[in-house]
């Protein structure tokens, strides 16, 4: 039997627990995702979302539940571990590259992952080089002809592309993509998509993407992911997500936001009624 | 001369702290405070072996791996309790104190009846036939202090060869990726703990090489030694970046060398300009704040009047 | 923007070569004056330039004006005048160890007759770099350490001087007696040391084995640096000691700490230091530096003469003088 690429199994999460901030961002998340799907999320600031993501990662460390890969129990590896399964693409351009590396290294460190690391190894021989030339230049973002060229001066929509492409430089096991077009212009954000769609349907990926965004979240995936209060609320998959339109996704968004305004044993009720 | 030869020794000599600090301060971004203790442990190291007899070579070389254990302590404090490794590197200095009297048997040793790295160099010097003293520029510079010049030439550039191809293998680059974006190192597999010891394992045994090297050619070593010595490190990488800038490790590695021995020249000059001693440690500041910001300085004079051409 | 693989190492050939104009111009710097003094010595006509005598010390000293009065009453016993026959070239280091071997070159390059180094770590720098100008050591405690020689009589040819060893067991026996004369219902001493310095954990140590024979108690606490000294008093105090001894840097330097805290439970501070009477110490027994420096006077003097430092002894200093608060009075 085949495992699913992902199993979540009771995700628990709250942040500065005990205290006057205390906030609660995963309450019980369920999720399986199988092998080549590509999930969006979508959800209201603080429903959860990139908590979700970063539980997935690793870089939040869960009160309750378990990660699976493949069926592999990895709730208690740490991040760095978990990256041999895993390609990441963050919100901040900032923060998928070394700013002071240049590109041919960045690159090369990234086609590291998942592997050892040796001393004895020649970080950019001619024909390493070569070969990362030839990725980049099958990106067409003129890339190619930078590689010496630290990453700190790139644009932001470079940076994303650039990040996209280390994430995937080794096949990643699960594609994480978080809001990786927030923080970017509509002509960049719209270059970044098209080059997710390529890469994801090329390799075909397993991939989870957070957005922001209810055209990409329509767009993209073949399953969408509505999340409210720390839950997966909605869960659109096959015919139902193809069927699905930017105003039906609004429409749910609406409902939620009612809930919201009635008091908080009241929406308890309806939840279990409606939901 | 022999003031020339021996400001260009010590800068040689303590270039190899300076690029410890770069390693931590530049390569890692984080000011590792384990330095001051790690400079005189190397020092202690190096003369209480000295002085039992053992060999220069070997008493050298287990100096530097005494300064590996401090780094090394330094990142297990840091990475197994959680401690920043700023607060990690006061602690293991502070300890590094206790361990030095004790591996010294008290505050200093003295280096002047063994044999040391220089003496070894002035030996080969006169092996290979040269002259007890020899005249530079009218002045008799000795033997004992133009032949280690030789060895320590050697001995540093070769170490900053080596470091420099380091820092661009596999392994080097993910010790960068961590400095540089701990994020991202940590997203593409790197261990960022281990990343960080390791960074201040190398870091501080060059340190320690440097504290070794620099008590045998004082002649002694001494449990103050390594006090502030962080400082001295900082001040001539900063010296040496406003000489070759930040444009990729072999630059910084070089400003490194430059940076130290051009802080030593400046110091001599100093000296040799017969300044008054209590204002040394002044115009030394001045030195350090010029570099700072002269090359930007120069730059706006240079650029003004090209501007109107490159925008046209 | 250039990138790394941009970078080679012959790159480096312009910030060598300014390096080496900067080294140059150090180097150069002091030249012509050197062919001026070379150029009076050859005018029969013109008198003499005064001989250069380079006083070389470690760190600042609080004593540093008086020590030099000191050699000059020894040079003017041989009949020799400031300004006239020799001037004094002093210079400190500071505290700072890179810069000590760079001052005692630059004395070496400037040609001067005699370098005087003053304090231990001043004459460990000389022994190693200094081949042929005569050196004459004063006000350190132990020149043998240093490697200056073996006994007063068999040492390197160029270096002589004169030491205080101070921890003598005598010396130390001499403070214990003054302590009692002063303190005469006396049962515990504090000992405030620093044990990063040898000459500190030695003083405290004879002077710990000289009260065990007068039936005195010695509780040591270590000050290890200057911010140390009050707490540390403070834990003398609270260990009723009835006297306190102070040795070492770290404790000289927290003096005034040491002091207040001392003072406030009228518990009496003896000191290894004259300077420190001033600032409130009961009492200070210490070498008599006076003579040594008028000895070492002497010594730089027969050497200007034309004498060799091979053939003059070192000169152990053991006479001790004592100070008390009331002779300022």
Redesign the interface.
């Known amino acids: 039997m085949t495992h699913p690429v992902l199993e979540l199994s009771g995700l628990h999460h709250t942040f500065f627990p005990g205290t006057p901030s205390e906030q609660v961002a995963l309450q019980g998340v369920d999720l399986s995702v199988e092998a080549g799907s590509f999930v969006a999320v979508v959800g209201i600031n603080g429903s959860g979302k990139s908590t979700l993501l970063n539980a997935i990662a690793g870089s939040v460390s869960l009160d309750r539940g378990v990660v699976r890969f493949s069926g592999r129990d990895v709730t208690h590896w740490p991040e760095h571990r978990r990256a041999a399964f895993i390609g990441r693409v963050f919100q901040n351009p900032f923060s998928g590259t070394a700013p002071h590396l240049t590109v041919a290294e960045n690159l090369a460190i990234a086609s590291g992952r998942g592997r050892r690391r040796a001393i004895f190894h020649w970080g950019l021989g001619a024909a390493r080089r070569a070969a990362l030339a030839e990725r980049l230049d099958a990106m067409d973002l003129g890339l190619a002809d930078r590689l010496d060229t630290p990453t700190g001066v790139l644009s932001g929509g470079e940076r994303q592309a650039l990040t996209l492409l280390m994430a995937t430089i080794v096949r990643p096991a699960l594609l994480l993509l978080d809001e990786h077009t927030a923080a970017l212009d509509p002509r960049s954000a719209e270059q970044v998509v098209r080059l997710t769609e390529q890469t994801v349907q090329r390799d075909s990926l397993t991939t989870l993407m957070v957005t922001h965004s209810m055209h990409q979240a329509v767009r993209l995936g073949d399953r969408l992911l509505l999340m409210h209060r720390g839950r997966i609320v909605e869960d659109f998959a096959g015919a139902r997500k193809r069927r699905l339109r930017v105003e039906d996704l609004l429409d749910h968004f609406d409902r939620l936001r009612n809930t919201d305004l009635v008091d908080e044993s009241a929406a308890e009720m309806l939840r279990r009624s409606y939901v | 001369?022999?003031?020339?030869?021996?400001?260009?020794?010590?800068g040689l000599l303590?270039s190899l702290l300076t690029l410890g600090v770069f390693l931590t301060y530049r390569v890692l971004d984080r000011l590792d405070l384990t330095t001051d203790g790690s400079f005189g442990l190397g020092a202690a190291v190096a003369a209480t072996l000295l002085a039992k007899g053992v060999h220069p070579v070997p008493a050298t070389l287990a100096a530097a791996f005494a300064g590996w254990l401090a780094g090394a302590a330094t990142g297990v404090v840091h990475t197994a309790f959680g401690v920043d490794t700023l607060l990690g590197g006061i602690l293991v200095s502070t300890a590094l104190?206790s361990v030095q009297?004790y591996i010294m048997g008290?505050?200093?040793v003295?280096?002047?009846?063994t044999n040391t790295l220089p003496g070894l160099a002035e030996q080969a010097w006169t092996a290979l036939g040269g002259p007890p003293?020899v005249s530079l520029?009218?002045?008799?510079v000795?033997a004992?202090?133009i032949a280690p010049l030789g060895m320590f030439i050697v001995f540093v550039v070769g170490s900053m060869?080596i470091m420099e191809r380091?820092l661009?293998?596999?392994?080097?680059?993910?010790v960068?990726?961590t400095g540089?974006?701990p994020?991202?190192?940590?997203?593409?597999?790197?261990?960022?703990g281990l990343m960080v010891t390791l960074g201040l394992v190398l870091a501080n045994g060059l340190v320690a090489l440097s504290g070794a090297l620099?008590a045998q050619?004082?002649?002694?070593a001494?449990?103050?030694?390594g006090f502030g010595i962080v400082v001295?490190g900082l001040a001539c990488l900063i010296v040496g970046e406003s000489?070759?800038g930040?444009?990729?490790?072999?630059?910084q590695i070089?400003?490194v060398l430059?940076g130290t021995?051009?802080f030593?020249?400046?110091?001599?000059?100093a000296?040799?300009?017969?300044l008054d001693?209590?204002s040394?440690?002044l115009v030394t500041a001045v030195f350090v704040l010029l570099a700072l910001v002269l090359p930007t300085a120069i730059k706006r004079i240079v650029r003004r009047p090209a501007r109107p051409t490159a925008a046209g | 923007m250039m990138g790394q693989r941009g970078f080679r190492w012959h790159s480096l050939v312009p910030g060598m070569a300014l390096t080496a104009a900067v080294a140059f111009a150090a180097g150069c710097a002091k030249e012509p004056a050197d062919k001026g003094a070379g150029a009076a010595t050859s005018q029969p006509a013109a008198p003499p330039a005064p001989a250069v005598i380079a006083l070389i010390r470690a760190a600042d000293w609080i004593g540093a004006e008086w020590s030099e009065d000191a050699l000059k009453v020894g040079l003017q016993e041989e009949g020799m005048e400031a300004g006239r026959d020799y001037e004094f070239k002093s210079s400190s280091a500071q505290g700072d160890l890179a810069t000590l071997p760079n001052l005692v070159d630059a004395a070496i390059d400037a040609k001067v007759k005699v370098i005087v180094t003053l304090q231990d770590a001043t004459l460990q720098v000389a022994v190693k770099r200094v081949k042929d100008t005569p050196v004459v050591f004063h006000i350190l405690s132990d020149p043998f350490a240093a490697g200056a020689g073996t006994s007063d009589s068999v040492h390197l040819p160029n270096v002589t001087g004169v030491y205080s060893p101070g921890f003598g067991d005598p010396e130390q026996e001499r403070r214990i007696e003054l302590i009692k004369r002063l303190v005469p219902k006396v049962k515990r001493v504090g000992v405030l040391f620093t044990p990063g310095e040898q000459l500190s954990v030695d003083l405290k140590d004879r002077l710990t084995s000289a009260a065990k024979k007068s039936k005195l108690d010695v509780v040591a606490v270590p000050v290890n640096t200057p911010s140390d000294a009050a707490e540390a008093t403070t834990v003398l105090v609270g260990k009723k000691v009835d006297a306190i001894e102070i040795y070492g840097n770290a404790v000289h330097s927290g003096f005034e700490s040491v002091i207040k805290v001392a003072k406030e439970k009228k518990i009496p501070v003896f000191s290894p230091s004259p300077f420190e009477i001033m600032k409130g110490a009961t009492a200070a027994l210490y070498p008599d530096f006076q003579e040594g420096g008028a000895v070492a006077g002497t010594m730089i003097a027969r050497i200007l003469k034309g004498e060799s430092p091979a053939k003059i002894p070192f000169y152990r200093l053991v006479t001790t003088k004592t100070k008390l608060a009331s002779e300022q009075k």
Not at chain 2, 1 to 10: D, K, R, T, W, Y
Not at chain 2, 183 to 192: D, E, P, S, Y
Not at chain 2, 217 to 220: A, D, E, I, K, R
Not at chain 2, 264 to 269: D, N
């Open positions: 001369m022999n003031l020339l030869i021996g400001a260009l020794s010590v303590l104190y009297l008290g505050g200093d003295s280096l002047a009846a003293s520029f009218g002045t008799s000795s004992a202090n060869v380091f661009r293998t596999d392994l080097g680059m993910a960068r990726a540089d974006n994020q991202m190192a940590r997203a593409l597999g790197i261990n960022v620099f050619y004082q002649g002694f001494n449990v103050q030694m001295v000489l070759t930040r444009r990729g490790p072999g630059w070089a400003g430059v021995v051009v030593r020249l400046l110091v001599a000059a000296l040799r300009a017969g001693a209590n040394l440690k």
